[in-house]
């Protein structure tokens, strides 16, 4: 599984940004996704994830309410929809599959990576 983030850039606090994730392979749409990201100096952070038919998502404490994930199993690819951006949302974006249907918040359960795509909101 080929896994390539994109839609990162630099926006205005307050502002909004969509995140795709294009995956390859025939297994996307049987597999759970997620959505993680690493500031500068700090360790990479669960952000949200989806099972594989998009009827269960969960999300960190942090982005509740401005954030929602999805994905379109036509296409390959999920999404991460991000509103009402700050600061100390700044960071590297990865998404990121793992091997089950399943959505989970700990990196270690997922097996396949992206390459990231960064977002830097500006005060």
């Known amino acids: 599984v080929q896994l390539q983030a994109s839609g990162g850039g630099l926006v205005q606090a307050g502002g909004s940004l969509r995140l795709s994730c294009a995956a390859s392979?025939?297994?996307?749409?049987?597999?759970?996704m997620g959505w993680f990201r690493q500031a500068p100096g700090k360790e990479r952070e669960f952000v949200a994830s989806i099972n594989w038919d998009g009827r269960i998502t969960y999300y960190a404490d942090s982005v509740k309410g401005r954030f929602t994930i999805s994905r379109d199993n036509a296409k390959n690819t999920v999404y991460l929809q991000m509103s009402s951006l700050k600061p100390e949302d700044t960071a590297v974006y990865y998404c990121?599959?793992?091997?089950?249907?399943?959505?989970?918040?700990?990196?270690?359960?997922?097996?396949?990576w992206g390459q990231g795509t960064l977002v830097t909101v500006s005060s």
């Open positions: 990121a599959a793992p091997k089950s249907s399943n959505a989970y918040n700990a990196d270690r359960l997922y097996n396949y």
């Open positions: 392979g025939r297994t996307f749409s049987a597999r759970g």
